[in-house]
């Protein structure tokens, strides 16, 4: 018996330590997969893997742009709000105004941008704090989402419009073309390009980072400004769903996609993330809500579970990786 | 030695064979104190000397590894500031940080608040504050917040706390580096009426006029042990600076002879904050060595140089052309490149693999395409970890896993992708093993003879004795004398000489 203390799974300890800090994440990704396929044997089909696939795509965009702010020791808590001003735009514009499709887009993208510009600006100008920037902006935006809808929800009627969520290319829905796409030119981004290391450096070590001569001001702002322009595109993809603008919609979404950033192993700290980890917790948090509604779980039970995965992972994450503390 | 015959003398505090290693480094090396009751006690020695660390010792930050401490005549520990005070001694640090937003009497009271059951007793608590300082001619009430006072009064206020927690020895760490001669003046009366009442001070000091002026004795410490004690009456300036620097220098520099051509660059009556009316300049291939106490501007005026601070006066001239530097990027651009002293806040992002720290500041020169040519990246980074002899198994690495040694290389590497022009060095080699001091010694020499102009900052006399081709000596802000490397090598100028100078000697 003494002869295997220290060793886990035929692993030496060391070791285990490190593939599970490595790849934990993915690890209770499988594990999770295979506990829900046990309990409810439809959840392996196709269908419903497409199903997950294209609900957490709303998700995934706003947990990307969280993913950029939290990297550089920030949040950004105006998302959900986001969403809201987008729809309602979308909504004047196309049922009010009887816009062209591609036209209404392109202003709301425009809108939920420049609100996530003025994040930055305001963040790293004034060096204000993201949070209390965020929570303020994010009263702002809902306010002006309620003053353009009037309160009221407004249908949207255009199939063209509908069939974004809807429309599929073979067997895929479009909303996955879009994850896939997203998580492709993210994964550049912050592993290829110049501004990905700067918001890793950033994050780390501002000061270091201004002393190796980058720009705070433009990787910050940046960073929310991207984080404005995804949360547009959740928006539209959640009208789309919806078929109708509402103000009310969105609210506590900036939860799941800090859940998944966390799950994914993004550092509060900051100058810590990678894009598939991210992935990976955005599918955990899909799977929970999925899994939990096929086995008849009641919804109150999953926000407690969702919470419970997070605190779990956290902490596996602490233990396994306790050495770089 | 002369100080172990000392039985019969009443202390109020006696440290005896204290030592103390920090993992393979000797802090203290069987050093001894003695203060008697009612006196002021000076320390001197340079920085590193262990002054701090013996005080940190006695109020418990630390624990001595060897050696014992009495205080007042019976065996003491403390394991902390706290129990230090319970004990009958504090410390006033050189770096006070109030809560700024406690009233005068909460911050004297912190952690012994006069209460009623569970509530605070404001009004008894404000009431006993009053009363003690009235006996200080404190000018203002007990509850005006912390942060409307000076600092001066500030510290005032850590000495009227120490005096109200019944301390019989207070520990003053440069209590007048931040005050001007008037707070000074203020500062020295109360330490008279201190004594007057027979508390004993161990105060902390650079300035050697001061101590001249208060103290009753001196210990003098140097490269962690303890040289001697004095009394002030009867002792020099001269006696004491050759008690501080005492060892000869070694000749284990590599510094090698090389061709100094034009002047690269060039500063004239700059001035900024902590620094004022510097003007020097460099040549192609010289190692210009930066002199002078922790505090006395060197930092200050290469940080300012480098874009990290304002500039309020004066020019800056690269190859004879005039430019302007208010941002560190402007600088690296110019090929003015600096390693600061604080690897850890302004170094390294610590997180991020060698790769990533070692092109940070280059990017934007050598990655013009949109996506990152890593290939060519990792080409750069292993060059440079060759040549600095970098040990690391991968350059994929966190820089967090490597030692102060390798770390330090790696921030070296960062600059050297840049090809500067001027390097600019601010303690190169502190925090790192015997070993990488002397492979950044050579690389030093090595840059330089590569037509490079290096300015480097050093407290350590001998390094920069050893590697400079000429020495600035700063004082107070100002700089105070040069050394030229034949006077040294002649034996005309020596450390006395410097010390001197960095003291304010002519």
Known sequence: ??????????????????????????????????????????????????????????????????????????????????????????????????????????????????????????????????????????????????????????????????????????????????????????????????????????????????????????????????SGLLAGIAGIIFTAKTASAQSNIGIGYETDAVAACVLGGTSFAGGVATVPGVLMGIFIIGFIYNGMNLIGIDSYYQSMTKGAVIIGAVLLDMVMNKKNS | ?????????????????????????????????????????????????????????????????????????????????????????????????????????????????????????????????????????????????????????????????????????????????????????????????????????????????????????????????????????????????????????????????CDIGDVVFKVEKLSGKGFEDISFEVRKGEILGISGLVGSGRSETMRAIFGMAPVTGGRIFLEGREIKIRKPIQAIRHGICMVNEDRKNYGLALHRSIRENMTLPTLPMKQRAPILNKKQEEKECLEMGKMLTLKSASIEHDAFSLSGGNQQKVVLAKWLLADPKVLILDEPTRGVDVGAKSEIHSLMCEFAARGMAVIMISSELPEVMGMSDRILVYHEGKINGEVSRDEILSGSADQETILGKAFGGK
């Open chain 1, 1 to 226: 018996m003494a002869k295997d203390k220290g060793r886990i799974i035929g692993m030496d300890r060391e070791k285990f330590r490190m593939f599970m800090g490595k790849y934990g994440i993915g690890v209770i990704l499988l594990i999770m997969m295979v506990f829900i396929s046990v309990m409810e044997p439809s959840f392996r089909s196709t269908s419903n893997m497409i199903n997950v696939a294209t609900q957490v795509s709303i998700n995934a965009m706003i947990a990307y742009g969280m993913c950029l702010a939290i990297t550089t020791e920030g949040i950004d808590l105006s998302v959900g709000a986001q969403l809201a001003l987008v729809s309602c735009v979308l909504g004047q514009l196309i049922s009010g105004k009887g816009w062209n499709i591609a036209a209404a887009i392109i202003v709301a993208l425009l809108v939920s941008t420049v609100w996530g510009f003025i994040n930055g600006f305001l963040i790293s100008k004034f060096n204000m704090f993201p949070f209390v920037v965020t929570l303020s902006t994010q009263l702002i935006i809902r306010g002006l989402a309620q003053v353009i809808s009037g309160g009221q929800a407004i249908p949207i009627t255009d199939t063209a419009f509908k069939s974004i969520y809807s429309a599929k290319i073979g067997p895929v829905p479009f909303p996955i073309l879009v994850l896939i796409l997203a998580t492709f030119l993210m994964y550049m981004i912050l592993h290829w390009t110049k501004f990905g290391r700067y918001v890793f450096a950033v994050g780390d070590n501002m000061q270091a980072a201004i002393a190796s001569g980058v720009s705070i001001i433009k990787t910050k702002t940046a960073v929310y400004t991207i």
């Open chain 2, 1 to 257: 030695m002369e100080e172990k015959a000392r039985a019969d003398e009443a202390y109020v505090l006696e440290c005896r064979g204290i030592s103390k290693a920090f993992g393979g480094t000797q802090a203290l090396k069987d050093v001894d104190l003695f203060v008697r009751p009612g006196e002021v006690h000076a320390l001197l020695g340079e920085n590193g000397a262990g002054k701090s660390t013996l005080m940190k010792c006695i109020i418990g930050l630390h624990q001595q590894d060897e050696g014992t401490i009495r205080f007042e005549g019976r065996p003491y520990t403390a394991r902390g500031p706290v129990e230090a005070l319970d004990a009958g001694i504090s410390m006033i640090h050189q770096e006070l940080n109030p809560e700024p937003h406690l009233t005068i009497a909460e911050s004297v009271f912190l952690k012994r608040e006069d209460t009623r059951g569970i509530f605070l007793n404001k009004k008894a608590q404000n009431e006993r504050a009053e009363d003690i300082l009235k006996k200080f001619n404190f000018p203002h009430g007990a509850k005006t917040l912390m942060k409307e006072l000076t600092l001066a009064q500030m510290q005032m206020v850590e000495i009227i706390k120490a005096v109200s927690c019944n301390s019989r020895l207070i520990i003053m760490d440069e209590p007048t580096s931040s005050l001007d001669s008037e707070e000074t003046e203020h500062l020295f009366n109360t330490i008279r009426e201190l004594k007057e009442k027979g508390v004993a001070i161990i105060y902390i000091s650079h300035r050697m006029e001061e101590i001249f002026r208060i103290s009753d004795h001196v210990s003098v410490f140097r490269d962690g042990t303890y040289i001697g004690e004095r009394p002030m009456e009867g002792v020099t300036r001269d006696e004491l600076i050759s008690m501080m620097v005492g060892r000869k220098v070694e000749n284990v520099f590599p510094k090698t002879a």
